[in-house]
Structures are given as C-alpha cells and as structure tokens.
C-alpha cells in the first residue's frame, strides 16, 4: 500500500489548482479543484479508504473527475496528470509564491514575460528594473518585492504553527505509541505557543534509548539524520523542520521537560530561585550546592513539584516568558487561562459571497458541528474589489438570508449578520452609519495603504474606532506572518482608543496572522479591552483555527472573562450592541 496520507490528497487538489492558474485556464476548473481539496479536508470518514476503494461517488464537491484522480493517487502513489502539470515549469519556480505579493497571476505572468523562474531571477529583475516595466508591476511593487525577498530570507528557518502542528502531533503520537516509552511530550516554542517556531524538540522518557533513537529516525517523514547519539538524535523532515529527540530516565523526566520548554529567560530565572534555597537546578535534578545545604524534596515526577519545591504555584508553559509569571505564581495571582471549551462561539468569517470557500449554511451547519452556539458572518465590503467585496445591495440581501436561515436554526444556535468593512486611507469606512446599523455588529479593517507613517495610521485607525457602529477592530497591525510586518501603529494609543470607545480587538486565529500579538495583550486587559477570537474562516476548515487564537491568547494571560465569545448566546447580543449605547467620549 503506498505511504499517503489524506494531506497527500489535499496537497495534490491545491496544487493542480495552482498549476491551472498558472496556465491561465478556466476559473470554473481551478475553483473545482479547490473546492475538492476543501471536500477531503473536512470529510468525516476515511477518505482515503474511500478513495482506494472506489467509493467516492456521491461526496459533494467531488466530481467524476476529481473522483477517479483522487482514486489513482490512494491506491498507487502517484498521479500522472500532476506529473504532467508539474513537468510545464521548473521546479523552483514554486519556490516564488513564497514571498509575499505574489499569487499564481503575478507569477505567470513574470514566467511568461521575463522567463523568471527561481527566487534568485526575481531578485535581479527587480535590482535592473525590468520587473518595473511589466505591466501591472511598476516600481513601487518592485520594491515591494525586493523586501519581501529580504525577509523571506531572513526568515528561512522559521516556521508558522500551522506548517509544524500537524508533524508535531503526528511524531508524538509515533513516540508515545512505541513499547520502550515510558512518557513522552513535546517541548520548546512549540509547546510555550509561540507564533513561529525554529524547530520541534521532542522529550522521551525510556529505559531503552536505543530503541527509541532508531525509531525516531525510521519514519518516511524523515529527509535527513543530522546527528545521532547516545541522548541526542536531530532529524531533518521533508518540510525543512529539524526535530531534536533527547531521551532520559523517567526521574529525570519533569526536569527536562521544565528545561527544554523554556524559555531561556524564564529558565534563568528558575534557576536562580533555586540557588537561593541551595540548589543548582539543571535539565536533570537538584543539586545542593553544599554539604550544609538543605536536601531537595525526594521524588519529584511532574513540573507542578518542581515549582512547589520553589515555592511557586504550577505555571502554564504558555506562560514561561520571564515576563513577569515567577512573580505571580509566588504571590498566587497567575489567571486561570482560557480554555478550547470556553468558547461559545466567533466573528469575523467568510462565505462565497466574497472571497470565502463556503456557503452560508455549509459554515453554519460547520460551526454547530464543533459545537458552537453562534456564529459571525463577515464578507468583504465593496472596496476589497480583490475579495469580491459586497456592495449594498448584495449585503443587504446577505442579512436577509441570515434572517431566513436564522428562523430555522432557533433556539440553539444563531448566525450574526455583520460585515469585514473596509478602513479607508482617511480613517473614514467603507459603508455609511445607515448601513452598518442595519448589522449585528461590525469589523473594521485595514486592507490598503500600508506604507503610512505611525502618526497617519494611527489617526487612520483611531477615527474608525470612534465609529459607534465599529464592533471590532479587525487583525490590528496587518501583519502577516514570515511575510509582511506589522505597519507601524503605536499600540498603546490604539489600546486607550478602544477601552474609551467600547471598541472590541480581534485576536485573528488565522495562523497567518495571530494578531494583536500575544506580547499586547496583557496591557489590554489591564485597560478593560476585550478581546474577540476570530478565525477569520474562509472555508469550513478555517473555523479550526480558533485552536491556534487559544494558544495566543493563552500567551497574552486572558481568561474566559476577558473574551467576548465565551459568552452564551443569550449575552452576547447585548455585548455586541453595548458600544451603540454608550456615551461618545468627548
């Protein structure tokens, strides 16, 4: 049987998309593709079963077509009309589309004209001034390139959560399911949360090393054995990911597992409070630092005992920044962090009627299937041309629809018609106040303009806050993650603005995006803003992504009372509408 996984099915439908795109061939085909690739993403079953069997028929969204390539790939391996697509370009010129800016036209379009095929030929174009002269280039978005290029190199060897998290659960769960391991867990960045990550480290408790370290470096995923010794084994994996595997005793376990998840300030830390009882503390044990010394607590197994023989209350590894939570677990103040059940429900999501993979009911029926009680609609208002941006009057019939679906779904669960309204370059909105009344609530966002100085895009943003028909502040500072920086924007006014106004931020779950950054969010709880976890979903698929919001905002200290949608659906009318209410600041 060959060695594929459900994500080799997936993987191939987007990529044959690409390949069409580039070849400038029929949107109605490309977007078949596409929406075929969403069809395996978020089947139930064993799709791949399926596959191999010949039972396809009757899956919505794959056609006779897709249905006997999807059949080929399972049970063979391979797939000749992908190898033939593939076989059109050089293999480097994939490589462009990781630099931000370029989508499959802008591509083709450089392949076409100037023959660039490779992150290197983009960049000389761009020095000698030939991409400017292509139309629908021009020098700005030369320069533009340019950085990009900059930073996709800057940022070779980092990774986005969403690139490691499926290698990560998949390889712990190989670990813990070998015979010879006796405890296993993931640690480092990865399990602090962090937005990127420069690779995975993995921790096995084991009485046979051996056995562990020459199954670790077995599986097809690995590309490379970098290094392998007696404690120590680092593999590359086909993605570029390096995972380091240490192995210890099971007494050793809880000390290496605080040690190697870090990070190193928090570490630092740790360690001198233990020398002031009189330990060392190392990814092993405690160590009286002398014969006079006070012996260390006997038979520690878990972290939480590690931290009680220092006399601090068990901190979350979301936590272990060395930003304060040494502090607050001695003086018994750490928050009882967010949790995945908490949420009730979220905002900001897309559906066809813009630039969204979905229908209306196909994410409602999504959302109550994860269990949620409601659910945001937010299409693109007409300025996002790029995003097939609704005008009035196909918003209008939007919230109508929203109503006559939203009838059928009482009492248990409800759709919230609201709109992802554009910020324009003066700060004033997209749509007029007349308009946005008629929504349960409002984004407002900034999808243009990005070159303007702090002063400018801070006034920018703050006049749209003002807005009393601006629910939420939508991905606040634009970044995109290993891709595109933040624009300048000074925070701590924006944060005043919006606990002044009422004014609700996003924490935008796409792994993209995870932004406001975790590291703004203490100060904004301390100044009473809330928070909304939004997935800023454009498939089914993408309302998963609220796990990577949780993680964040775990990061950023919030709890349940600090996020909008932990609220039930009988509140959270109430929350979104409040700010209409409220007295304008003067």
Wanted: with cysteine; charged share 25%; hydrophobic share 40%.
């Amino acid at each position: 049987m060959p060695d594929i996984s459900r994500e080799t099915l997936i993987d191939a439908l987007e990529r044959i998309a690409t390949l069409l795109e580039l070849k400038g061939e029929n949107p109605f085909k490309i977007r078949a593709y596409r929406s075929g690739a969403e069809a395996v993403r978020t089947f139930p079953g064993d799709f791949l079963e399926l596959a191999r069997n010949q039972q396809l028929d009757g899956i919505k969204g794959i056609g006779d077509a897709l249905r006997d390539k999807l059949h080929t790939l399972a049970s063979t391996g391979t797939l000749p009309f992908l190898d033939q697509l593939q076989a059109e370009f050089p293999p480097s010129l994939f490589d462009l589309f990781d630099i931000a800016g370029l989508g499959p036209k802008k591509v083709a379009a450089l392949y076409r004209d100037l023959a660039i095929s490779s992150i290197p030929d983009l960049q000389r174009a761009c020095q000698n001034g030939t991409v400017a002269e292509l139309p629908g280039f021009g020098p700005k978005t030369a320069a533009k390139l340019l950085d990009a290029i900059q930073a996709h190199a800057t940022y070779a060897d980092t990774f986005r959560l969403d690139q490691v998290a499926p290698a990560a659960r998949e390889i712990l769960d190989f670990l813990r399911d070998h015979p010879a391991t006796s405890r296993a867990e993931i640690a480092g960045s990865f399990r602090r949360g962090k937005e990127t990550v420069h690779d995975l480290d993995f921790l096995v408790a084991t009485p046979h090393p051996q056995a562990i370290t020459a199954a670790f470096i077995s599986p097809p995923w690995v590309a490379s054995v970098i290094a392998s010794g007696p404690t120590k084994t680092s593999v590359r994996l086909h993605s570029g990911v390096q995972c380091d595997l240490r192995t210890v005793t099971n007494a050793e376990f809880p000390f290496a597992l605080a040690y190697f998840t870090g990070s190193k300030e928090h570490n630092i830390q740790l360690r001198a409070r233990a020398l002031k009882r009189g330990w060392t503390l190392n990814e092993y044990r405690f160590t009286p630092t002398s014969p006079e010394a006070p012996p260390p607590p006997p038979d520690l197994f878990e972290e939480a005992q590690i931290h009680r023989a220092l006399g601090l209350d068990f901190i979350d590894p979301a936590l272990r920044e060395g930003a304060g939570e040494i502090e607050a677990a001695e003086a018994h103040t750490l928050p009882r962090l967010i949790e995945l059940e908490n949420l009730r429900g979220t905002f900001h999501n897309h559906t066809t009627a813009s630039d969204g993979h979905a229908s209306l009911r196909e994410m409602a029926e999504a959302a109550q299937e994860l269990g949620l009680q409601y659910l945001g609609i937010a299409d693109h208002s007409h300025s996002s041309v790029q995003a097939n941006g609704l005008d009035a009057t196909r918003l209008r019939h939007q919230i109508a629809e929203i109503r006559a679906l939203n009838a059928e779904f009482a009492p248990h669960f409800q759709l919230f018609a609201g709109s992802e309204v554009d910020i324009l370059k003066d700060g004033s909105l997209d749509f007029p106040d007349d308009l946005l009344a008629e929504l349960d609530y409002v984004v407002a966002s900034v999808h243009s303009s990005f070159t303007l100085n702090e002063a400018a895009m801070t006034a920018r943003i703050l006049r749209a806050i003002e807005n009393p028909y601006v629910t939420i502040l939508g991905h606040p500072t634009g970044r995109l993650l290993l891709k595109r920086e933040a624009y300048p924007l000074h925070i701590p006014t924006i944060l005043d603005a919006c606990a002044a106004n009422g004014t609700i931020i996003e924490l935008n779950a796409n792994p993209h995006r995870l932004d406001l950054d975790w590291r703004w969010w203490r100060l904004a709880k301390e100044k009473g803003v809330t928070c909304a976890i939004n997935p800023d979903a454009h498939t089914v698929h993408g309302l998963q992504d609220l796990w990577y919001g949780l993680k964040i905002a775990r990061k950023g200290w919030l709890t349940r009372r600090d996020v909008l949608n932990c609220l039930p659906l009988s509140q959270v009318t109430d929350a979104l509408t409040r700010k209409r209410h409220l007295p304008r600041p003067h």
